[in-house]
């Protein structure tokens, strides 16, 4: 039988209601034989999610100051959610156990892994599947990588029959020290365990019926998305789409296995497929798949007669950025001046130091920083094939009085940038928004 990997993420295991709800959509279909899940999160608004509270006991740990109290919190809420499960409260040996680890100095990716750890067990016990270890199945090369091969190897041997619940958001190092992934992170694991055993989709369930093509609080009734390339995707969440963790794009992807992103509270609607160019049946030609953008972008001016011929400065500066841990965004070269854009608050924190290490590096020039800047842009595949969509979009912001402070197009074939006002960011979006229709 083909297998079906389903992440849960932390919205839809966050009490017994939503619980009860993964239990219907994992027993609907059998293919749907290995589930990864987040830890709890958040139940409203003004909720903590237990990765959070987690966070929080280590750091009091750590200052040496009372965390119990606050885990008080996590022990309630797991209980709260297996009495009514009506799974026992075999979780306690499991949470005294985690809270002596706590106060006997475990490291921050063990503690706070312990939310994923604990949820799936409890699921699993529900579910009536088995519990299968990350720590087990995920294998870290460094504190970075994932060791591919090993995990592919793991999660074939474990994994090949049966029906598991998974922890998501960490695996270990070959002496078995836990590694947490970065936030989110449950994504990747279903990610690397749909590629090992070669899934024949990814189910990623949140709170959303699908990815939508621009951020609903700015377009009016933005349209769905139904289906989307991976690459597409990459780009929408480079330029500021919150969606689907973007490291968990690639080891599904090498493998061309589809990713469908469901909503947990209406399990009927089909979602978003991500799937390659040669899978998809329902794209419209040329059509622009979605529009994103993000705001707290600053730009650095340097003017000096004939910075063109200066060997290398584009990389001089970049370099000279990093090292006060500044990432540079986009570069724009003429030739007496270049424009860098950069994070606001990067720059904010590496203080007056970051302008005056350009400076040196570029003697007599005049320095200028300016913005605050938004940038926003459009991802599509085939907007190559509307060669003059960016005419098109520069239309309307004329229209609308907007000035355009730089243009980013042709780095690849499917999107483009604009550096605008951040005062206007919710105007640009609507403007490329319509104008890329
Ligand atoms: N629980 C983790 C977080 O809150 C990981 C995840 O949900 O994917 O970031």
């Given at each position: ?12 295991v966050a009490d017994a209601a939503q619980i009860r709800?993964?239990a ?16 709890p999160?958040?139940r ?32 309630d809420r797991y209980n709260e959610i297996a009495a009514e499960l009506g799974v026992g409260s075999?979780l ?30 409890m699921i699993?016990r529900f ?311």
């Amino acid at each position: 039988m083909d297998t079906v990997v389903s992440k849960f993420g932390g919205s839809s295991v966050a009490d017994a209601a939503q619980i009860r709800k993964v239990a219907e959509i994992v027993a609907s279909d059998p293919q749907r034989r290995l589930v990864v899940v987040s830890a709890p999160g958040k139940r409203s608004k003004v909720d903590e999610k237990i990765t959070d509270t987690l966070i929080a006991c280590h750091a009091l740990a750590a200052e040496e100051k009372d965390f119990r109290s606050r885990f008080a919190v996590i022990r309630d809420r797991y209980n709260e959610i297996a009495a009514e499960l009506g799974v026992g409260s075999d979780l306690a040996p499991v949470l005294d156990e985690v809270e002596e680890s706590i106060a006997g100095g475990a490291t921050r990716d063990e503690v706070v892994s312990r939310g994923e750890y604990l949820g799936a067990h409890m699921i699993a016990r529900f579910l009536g599947f088995e519990f299968a270890d990350a720590a087990d199945l995920i294998r870290f090369a460094d504190s970075t990588t994932v060791d591919d091969d090993a995990t592919d190897q793991l999660c074939q041997e474990k994994l090949a029959h049966g029906r598991f619940v998974i922890p998501g958001f960490y695996g270990a190092h070959v002496d078995g020290k836990i590694q947490l992934f970065t936030r989110g992170g449950s994504d990747i694991t279903g990610s690397l365990v749909a590629r090992a055993v070669g899934a024949v989709r990814y189910e990623n369930w949140t709170d959303v019926s699908g990815l939508l093509s621009a951020d609903p609080r700015v377009v009016d009734g933005p349209g769905p998305i139904t289906e989307v390339s991976y690459h597409e995707l990459r780009e929408l969440a480079y330029l500021g789409a919150a969606v689907f963790h973007d490291e968990a794009v690639a080891p599904v992807a090498s493998a061309d296995i589809p990713i469908n992103i469901r909503n947990t509270n209406d399990p009927g609607h089909p979602g978003t497929m991500i799937l390659s160019r040669e899978r998809q049946t329902n794209r419209r030609p040329g059509e622009r798949t979605g529009v994103a953008g993000k705001t707290g972008f600053s730009g650095i001016v340097l003017r000096r007669s004939m910075l063109n011929k200066i060997a290398n400065l584009p990389g001089k500066l970049a370099n000279r950025l990093a090292e006060d841990r500044v990432p540079l965004q986009h570069l724009a070269l003429g030739a007496d001046s270049i424009l860098m854009i950069v994070p606001s608050d990067a720059l904010e924190k590496a203080g007056s130091v970051a302008l005056s290490d350009l400076k040196e590096l570029v003697p007599g020039a005049e320095l200028e920083q300016v913005g605050p800047y938004a940038l926003v842009g459009a991802a599509g595949d085939d907007l190559a094939i509307r060669p003059a969509v960016l005419g098109s979009v520069m239309n309307v912001l004329s229209e609308n009085q907007i000035a355009v402070h730089f243009v980013c197009s042709g780095y690849s074939e499917s999107s483009f940038i604009v550096a605008v006002d951040e005062d206007r960011y919710e105007d640009v979006v609507r403007a490329v928004y319509t104008a890329t229709e």
